[in-house]
């Protein structure tokens, strides 16, 4: 509900929320519409008026996403990463008394020196989804993938939305492109786990688990 007015999000968010506290499960809500360099930014003010509404209603999240000047999926030609940092820990430096850290969306496209810079400013959580589709995409049958592509165009839709018509297609795709893509999205998760100074954290959380 991060898209509508801030009363609108609070009340979904508490409704929401409630099971998810009465689970025991880890909470992530979001204030601020993820929409890229040209959306609003989400204040200082407009997080902890968030986060003190959520309390108040016994909602105690762990994870707190902002608009920040990130962008769901690819980034078009032309557009540049803009994520600001400085807001964003601002933002954290405001929060993280209440036990709250900053999930960062939208991080596909983004060089890895920056998100290298991300648990500098508070970011402990970060989305990265649209890369994985990426690299399937790059390694599968080229006629298949043209294919995706037609279907997208003529039914003016983002070709994520061709994976649901072309299932079948891309589930019987030969060996080697499986092997291709597999291999490819290992290569760029170990990049990503040691831009986020992950490594390790495997580990730490099984122990934790076990007890």
Same mark, same amino acid.
């Given at each position: 509900?991060?898209?509508?007015?801030?009363?609108?999000?609070?009340?979904?968010?508490?409704?929401?929320?409630?099971?998810?506290?009465? +689970?025991?499960?880890?909470?992530?809500?979001?204030?601020?519409?993820? /929409?890229? /360099?040209?959306?609003?930014?989400?204040? *200082?003010?407009?997080?902890?008026?968030?986060?003190?509404? &959520?309390?108040?209603?016994?909602?105690?999240?762990?994870?707190?996403?902002?608009?920040?000047?990130?962008?769901? $999926?690819?980034?078009?030609?032309?557009?540049?990463? %803009?994520?600001?940092?400085?807001?964003? $820990?601002?933002?954290?430096?405001?929060?993280?008394?209440? $036990?709250?850290?900053?999930?960062?969306?939208?991080?596909?496209?983004?060089? &890895?020196? &920056? *998100? $290298?810079?991300?648990?500098?400013?508070?970011?402990?959580?970060?989305? *990265?989804?649209?890369? +994985?589709?990426?690299?399937? %995409?790059? %390694?599968?049958?080229?006629?298949?993938?043209?294919?995706?592509?037609? +279907?997208?165009?003529?039914?003016?839709?983002? !070709?994520? %939305?061709?994976?649901?018509?072309?299932?079948?297609?891309?589930?019987?795709?030969?060996?080697?492109?499986?092997?291709?893509?597999?291999?490819?999205?290992?290569? *760029? /998760?170990?990049?990503? !786990?040691?831009?986020?100074?992950?490594?390790?954290?495997?580990?730490?959380?099984?122990?934790? &688990? /076990?007890?």
């Amino acid at each position: 509900a991060s898209h509508v007015e801030m009363e609108y999000n609070i009340a979904a968010t508490i409704r929401l929320a409630m099971p998810i506290m009465e +689970w025991g499960l880890g909470l992530e809500v979001e204030v601020g519409e993820i /929409a890229g /360099a040209a959306g609003k930014l989400t204040t *200082v003010d407009e997080a902890t008026t968030f986060l003190e509404a &959520l309390r108040l209603a016994k909602i105690y999240p762990n994870l707190l996403a902002i608009a920040n000047g990130a962008k769901h $999926g690819n980034y078009k030609p032309g557009e540049e990463v %803009h994520i600001d940092l400085k807001r964003t $820990g601002e933002i954290f430096d405001a929060i993280k008394g209440w $036990g709250v850290a900053i999930a960062q969306h939208g991080i596909t496209g983004t060089p &890895l020196h &920056l *998100v $290298g810079q991300f648990a500098d400013y508070g970011i402990r959580k970060g989305n *990265v989804g649209t890369t +994985w589709q990426n690299i399937a %995409h790059k %390694h599968l049958p080229a006629d298949l993938f043209e294919a995706m592509k037609k +279907w997208a165009e003529e039914n003016g839709k983002d !070709i994520k %939305h061709a994976t649901r018509q072309f299932k079948k297609e891309i589930d019987s795709i030969p060996d080697e492109n499986k092997k291709a893509i597999a291999d490819e999205a290992y290569v *760029v /998760a170990k990049e990503f !786990i040691e831009a986020f100074r992950a490594v390790g954290s495997a580990t730490k959380l099984a122990e934790k &688990l /076990a007890g």
